[in-house]
C-alpha cells in the first residue's frame, strides 16, 4: 500500500529525492514519515510530517539536509536530500498512522528503497 522509490547510487555532497505514494488507501488524515536503517543497525527516525503538512520533526543527523513534504493531491510524500553523506547509506523505509509515527508505532510500512552514498 505504500510504494517507495528514488533510491540509488549518489556520490557525497549530492542530492536525491525518495518518493512514498499510497496505493488503494487514502492519506488523508495520517501522519507520515521516513525511517532508515544501516548496515548492521537498528533502525532509526529521519523525519515526520503532520497531515497538513505544517509540522514537521527531523533527527537531528539531517537536520537542514533533508526536507519531508507532501503533495495530498498525489497521495505522496517526499524526503528531499542534499548533501548527503556516507553515514546517510541505508534502506530507507516510509510509514504513516493516525500518531506521530517517531513517537507511536506506525499503522503501515512501505517496502524500502536503498540509498547508496559513496564515491
Known amino acids: 500500500q505504500l510504494q517507495a522509490s528514488g533510491g540509488g547510487l549518489v556520490q557525497p555532497g549530492g542530492s536525491l529525492r525518495l518518493s512514498c505514494a499510497a496505493t488503494g488507501r487514502s492519506l488523508s488524515g495520517y501522519y507520515m514519515g521516513w525511517f532508515r536503517q544501516a548496515p548492521g543497525k537498528e533502525r532509526e527516525f529521519v523525519a515526520a510530517i503532520s497531515w497538513s503538512g505544517g509540522t514537521t520533526y527531523y533527527a537531528d543527523s539531517v537536520k537542514g539536509r533533508f526536507t519531508i513534504s507532501r503533495d495530498k493531491a498525489k497521495n505522496t510524500v517526499y524526503l528531499q536530500m542534499n548533501s548527503l553523506k556516507a553515514e546517510d547509506t541505508a534502506v530507507y523505509y516510509c510509514?504513516?498512522?493516525?500518531?506521530?509515527?517517531?513517537?507511536?508505532?506506525?499503522?503501515?510500512w512501505g517496502q524500502g528503497t536503498l540509498v547508496t552514498v559513496s564515491s
Open positions: 510509514a504513516t498512522g493516525t500518531r506521530w509515527v517517531q513517537l507511536y508505532p506506525a499503522d503501515y
